[in-house]
């Protein structure tokens, strides 16, 4: 019965491996905003070991890095100094941004209430 239970254990884990990590109902990867335009857009970056990474303007020289996680279908990011703590919606593979629930952003390029952003594919 242990080795049973051992093996079922050990091919779940295999099994969610193979398929793509995900931490709670959020998969890891990396989100950027969706725009019209054309250029380098701000992003959230999710890694599997529970650390993230947050640009929201490239005029800003904070990084925006720390620990996430997932409560009631959102997205919780705060900064590992702990001076900033930010929100998002979790909705399939996109990113909501919730402004009231979030720490202000003093310099944004597009990024605000509702901004929307999508989990890029993987090259």
């Known amino acids: ?3 049973t239970a051992i093996t079922l ?3 779940m884990t295999l099994s969610m491996l193979l398929m ?3 931490a709670g109902d959020v ?3 990396t989100y950027e905003l969706k725009t019209a335009e054309d250029r380098v857009r701000p992003f959230v970056r999710l890694r599997d070991n529970g650390e993230f990474l947050f640009v929201h303007s490239f005029l800003s020289s904070y990084l ?3 620990e ?3 409560k009631g279908g959102k997205l919780i990011l705060e900064t590992s100094d702990g001076n900033y703590t930010y929100s998002f919606r979790i909705r399939k593979n996109t990113l909501i941004f919730l402004a009231d629930e979030s720490s202000e952003l003093k ?3 597009g990024v605000g209430d509702g901004s929307v952003f999508v989990l890029k594919p993987e090259m």
Do not use: F
């Open 1 to 3: 019965m242990k080795k």
């Open 64 to 66: 925006n890095i720390g």
């Open 107 to 109: 310099l944004t390029e």
């Open 20 to 22: 793509g990590c995900k």
């Open 9 to 11: 254990v050990l091919m």
């Open 68 to 70: 996430y996680e997932v």
């Open 27 to 29: 998969q890891t990867g």
